[in-house]
């Protein structure tokens, strides 16, 4: 083999707040064998999701937490490097969950077989993978977007939010975005073709968020929370949808916030106003519909209708880096490392 090691990056603390560099490990271990019923798999590209941030915490939620000294989770797009399981061959192509190594083993569980030559592997994770299918499911099954409505989504330049807003303008909407910063809002209005983004960052944004909704607000995919939710709050309409994605606002938060306590004033107006406010989990909700997504995103990406950006990181040594800058919003696009050639 090309390399006598797996390079791994294990969790080597908790973070208290925002993740620093200390908190990794990068180690080197032997490369594993498998078994019977096994496949041994190298990674080429890993998936750096938000979700990763509350898999460090040792807090119940939907997923076990991380373990200190083990290896970090993620989604992969690797190749098989040896094969004891039916279905798998060597040099096939794979999305795989095997995390921040350059090796590992799979009994095949969750593993979909991509064949020898996909197109562009790497879109497995982004755009055809795990944020595609969120944006598709979240924005379609809960958010029912119709024909004329507004549709308001945050953090719209990233592989969730600009999907969302795509799919909703395929389906006649006025698509308002929120991302940070004029180069991200001039993408969403310029090459996604979304009705107008507001920069969260301006001093006003409250108000030009006002005046682009200026018939309110009927689905608002939440991706972010915090002051970005404060300001949306007052413009949803009567029987508004507001389906739960994300709060990378939050993810790195170690108490409330400051100020007022509002749940009253969100209750109230989840009553008075009827609206549905839903949190889902992609693939624990709607994993028997993946090849209903997989029909329509395959059909829009080939004819031209669905954008997709992808923010390429080359260099394993580089995760920890890229990741507390995605905790930032520091990247643009889907953010993938190239952890080796294939």
């Known amino acids: 083999m090309s390399q006598a090691q797996n390079r791994r990056f294990v969790l080597a603390s908790r973070p208290q707040g925002a993740p620093t560099p200390e908190n990794f490990r990068l180690e080197t271990a032997e490369i594993p064998q498998p078994g019977a019923g ?21 807090a119940k939620s939907y997923a076990d937490p991380v373990a200190i000294d083990e290896v970090m989770v993620g989604g992969t797009v690797a190749k098989v490097v040896e094969s004891n399981l039916e279905g798998f061959a060597a040099g096939d192509w794979v999305l795989s969950f095997t995390g921040w190594q350059d090796y590992g083993i799979s009994d095949g569980e969750g593993l979909l077989n991509l064949g020898q030559s996909p197109t562009m592997p790497s879109y ?31 953090a719209a330049t990233g592989p969730v939010g600009a999907t969302v807003g795509q799919i909703a303008k395929l389906k006649g909407c006025k698509v308002i975005g929120i991302a940070g910063g004029d180069e991200k809002c001039s993408y969403a209005k310029e090459v996604l073709g979304f009705d107008a983004c507001i920069d969260h960052k301006a001093d ?42 994300g709060l990378i606002s939050q993810y790195n938060a170690t108490s409330l916030p400051e100020g007022p306590d509002r749940m009253s004033m969100l209750m109230g107006m989840l009553l008075v106003k009827r609206i549905k406010m839903q949190g889902f989990i992609i693939f624990d909700d709607y994993a028997d519909r993946y090849p209903e997504f997989a029909q329509d995103m395959t059909t829009w990406l080939t004819e031209g209708k669905i954008k997709y950006k992808e923010h390429l990181v080359e260099g394993f040594e580089n995760t920890p880096e890229a990741f507390i800058g995605l905790l930032e919003g520091k990247n643009f696009g889907k953010l993938v490392i190239k952890v080796n050639d294939d």
Do not use: H, W
């Open 124 to 154: 497995a994770l982004g755009i055809m993978g795990m944020p595609g299918f969120t944006a598709y499911m979240g924005l379609l099954d809960i958010g029912e977007p119709k024909s004329g409505e507004t549709v308001v989504v945050a």
């Open 38 to 58: 096994e496949v041994l798999l190298k990674t080429i590209y890993l998936s750096l999701d938000p979700y990763m941030r509350g898999r460090m915490n040792d």
């Open 204 to 245: 006003d944004f409250a108000a030009q968020l006002n005046a682009a909704c200026d018939n309110g607000i009927d689905v608002y995919f939440e991706n972010v929370g915090g002051k970005v939710f404060d300001a949306v709050m007052p413009l949803l309409n009567t029987s508004a949808r507001v389906p739960v994605c």
